[in-house]
């Protein structure tokens, strides 16, 4: 290591500009990526400030041209060398490039053409300036705020069932920041809970908020990250992105529905907000508070070994607020009554009374479109893998079952270890013909409401109704003026919405997100089940929830009914003890893909050969086999599993892996993706 790639005074314009640089004999154990410097710089030679962006033994051009490092900076950094900073831990972390790293958390400048007609994002959703709202709290959510800000360097995690009032403690919170002239993010999930959260900051905070997120154009986040910079905002919200809002006083980061796998990055860098979020915290001194009213696993196990700070709402915060009467309706019993539509005879008679009432009602499909397990209509058996305990996927290798005329599916397979098999005629527990792919979507359940209930009047709320532009801000504000009676929605109907006069929640079919070939589906299922749960009676009317299932014995199905969060958390961690998944260990995801198909399968070939010397200290090996869709945009997929309770070893295995892959076959161009949970 002889040279450093150094960006010049760290400005978003120039993160695509790197200059090379000796390192002197004297610094080369003190210098990094994220490492602040003083370098010569121009034909005059004044000494300017930069950030180590990369290490080389080469250089790119004549070695007599190449100037020396002059000395090294203050650990004190700016908003924007923080960033660098960061970046440079999402590079190390999760194994990706510092440029791929640079590019996520620092916005390219775009030069914007001004338009008069043009209105600010947050102005938008809030309308126009009012008078802020005096902020009141209850004792419960008073004790929360007071017990996070006693240790503010602590990682603090917010379990508060739904409708306890968690977002009134972030207000207040971001309300004590603000007092001490520091900033606050405010992580959300969804895209479309941005209307709701900054609806009611704007009530107490007025418009010094920005709004960060993928349906903003360039021009416009450009615009939003300068205003972070110059100080004309105090709080951020919005998905992952926002939490590279440049403040230079941040005093509070915050993780709301901290469960949601949407934190966790798809695209490389795959990085998990929570994890960089920490960070952040301990980088600047903010505190980072996560919040849910169904933590994940590996944030409550984290909490309870005392590695978080705990702290409980168990109340609804609204005076007349009581929990809604739960219902369970088993759908192989309304199968042997003769009802084969979508809803079950208790929720169809439901459903009637509120529109009776003119009061409103919700419909959850807890996954959008065709699900690809397979299950028995009649008894609610799933067909699983008989070695990783994960449903088998149908695949569309099709025949006509000459007993009922329909389409079926003929191989099935598991995406974790390769096993496969055939279809079953019939269900192996108790002989049943009506086994068979399950699948519905929100367009046929939109049919089916309008064939059933024809005077209501219906809003759908999924990927493909919010595509457009305020879509969500749309819909959901027609929704709560009452302008419609039935929402139909996928996941982002779920979370964290209030609306008072909902007093209805139909989770229509609860197996599809419970029998998904992931070793997390239980848990999910659990988090689904609860928050759309919990949109169904939060003002003073009193609500109703029905869980439609197949198989409503299973502990989260049972677990979510009763509302026993520590129950769950005891049948769950028990599984995931016998299997050896996470958060008991550490586990690694290592896709392969390549347009050539023989590369992409002998580079799996030699990840595996050169992983099975680390057997020895206890990593478990899965695989390879294919990806769940084997082929897209004429790549070929692999995938491997590794098991191992030492995150070093992860980390070893992995730099490993990367380094003979891109030394054996970067000619052929397989590319390598670590994801690492």
């Known amino acids: 290591m002889k040279y450093a790639r150094i960006i010049i005074d760290i400005s978003a314009e120039q993160i695509d500009r790197a200059f090379t640089y000796r390192i002197p004999e004297e610094l080369k154990e003190k210098i990094a990526p994220g490492t602040r410097v003083q370098v010569p710089f121009g034909a ?16 790119d051009f004549d070695e007599d041209k190449i100037k020396e490092i002059a000395g090294l900076l203050p650990k004190g950094l700016d908003a924007e060398s923080e960033l660098i900073e960061l970046a440079a831990f999402l590079a190390n ?8 790293a640079l590019m996520t958390v620092l916005p390219i400048k775009t030069e914007v053409r001004r338009n008069s007609r043009r209105r600010d994002a947050v102005e938008q959703i809030s309308g126009p300036l009012t008078e802020p709202e005096k902020l009141e709290l209850n004792a419960d ?13 602590r990682t603090s995690l917010l379990y508060g069932i739904t409708g306890s009032g968690k977002t009134r403690v972030y207000m207040e919170l971001i309300r004590r920041c603000q007092a001490e002239g520091k900033k606050s993010i405010v992580l959300i999930p969804e895209i479309s809970l941005t209307y709701q959260i900054v609806t009611e900051l704007t009530k107490y905070f007025g418009q010094k908020i920005a709004v960060m997120h993928s349906k903003l154009s ?29 403040f230079k006083d941040l005093g509070l980061i915050i993780i709301d529905e901290e469960h949601e796998r949407t934190y966790q990055s798809e695209t490389s860098p795959r990085y998990d907000v929570r994890e960089a979020a920490i960070f952040r915290a301990k980088q600047t001194g903010a505190k980072l508070l996560m919040g849910s009213a169904t933590p994940s696993l590996e944030s409550y196990k984290k909490a309870l070994n005392g590695t978080y700070d705990l702290h409980v709402l168990k109340t609804r915060a609204h005076p007349g607020a009581k929990l809604p009467k739960i219902h369970v309706a088993d759908m192989r019993r309304e199968l042997e009554l003769g009802n084969r539509s979508i809803f079950s005879a208790e929720l169809k008679e439901l459903i009637d009374d509120r529109l009776g009432k003119h009061e409103q009602i919700m419909l959850f499909l807890n996954r959008r479109g065709y699900a690809g397990f397979v299950s028995c209509r009649s008894c609610g058996r799933v067909i699983k893998c008989p070695h990783c305990d994960v449903s088998l996927t149908a695949h569309n290798t099709w025949y006509v079952d000459p007993r009922t005329g329909q389409k079926q599916a003929a191989l099935l397979s598991c995406h974790y270890c390769g096993y496969t098999t055939s279809m079953p005629a019939s269900c192996p527990d108790c002989g049943s013909r009506f086994i068979a792919p399950f699948g519905t979507g929100t ?39 009452h302008k419609a009676d039935i929402l139909i929605g996928t996941q982002m109907i779920v979370k964290g919405h209030d609306f008072e006069n909902v007093t209805l929640v139909g989770i229509v079919a ?16 659990y988090q689904l089940i609860t928050q759309a749960a919990g949109r169904s009676g939060r003002g003073e009317l009193s609500g109703d929830v029905v869980i439609q299932s197949y198989d409503p014995s299973h502990y989260a199905i049972s677990c979510a009914a009763e509302r026993d969060y520590e129950a769950f958390y005891e049948r769950e961690m028990s599984y995931r003890r016998l299997l050896n998944y996470p958060p008991e260990t550490f586990m690694m995801f290592v896709r392969l893909k390549s347009e050539d198909e023989e590369a992409v399968n002998a580079a799996a070939d030699l990840a595996v050969s050169l992983l099975q010397k680390y057997e020895s200290c206890g990593t478990e090996i899965i695989g390879p086999c294919s990806e769940n869709i084997y082929k897209i945009n004429d790549n070929y997929r692999k995938i491997i599993y590794i098991k191992n309770c030492s995150h070093d070893i992860i980390m070893r295995m992995r730099t490993e892996l990367s380094d003979a892959v891109n030394e054996s076959f970067s000619q052929k161009k397989v590319y390598t993706v670590f994801d690492v949970r």
């Open 93 to 100: 972390e999760y194994g990706c490039t510092m440029n791929q």
């Open 141 to 153: 959510q008073l004790r929360v705020c007071n017990e996070v800000m006693k240790d503010p360097g």
């Open 218 to 246: 360039r021009g416009e986040k450009y615009d939003q990250y300068k205003k972070a910079l110059s100080g004309e905002i105090d709080v951020c919200v919005g998905p992952r992105s926002a939490l590279f809002t440049p």
């Open 510 to 525: 609860a197996d599809l997100s419970l029998n998904t070939s992931d070793y997390n589906a239980s848990e999910r299922t």
């Open 44 to 59: 005059s030679g004044r000494k300017r400030k930069g950030i180590v962006i990369g290490l080389t033994d080469t250089a």
């Open 443 to 481: 367009q046929k359940l939109e049919q089916a409401c309008r064939n059933t209930f024809p005077g209501a009047r219906i809003l759908r709320m999924d990927a493909d109704t919010t595509s457009a532009k305020h879509s969500y801000e749309n819909i959901l504000s027609a929704f709560k003026a």
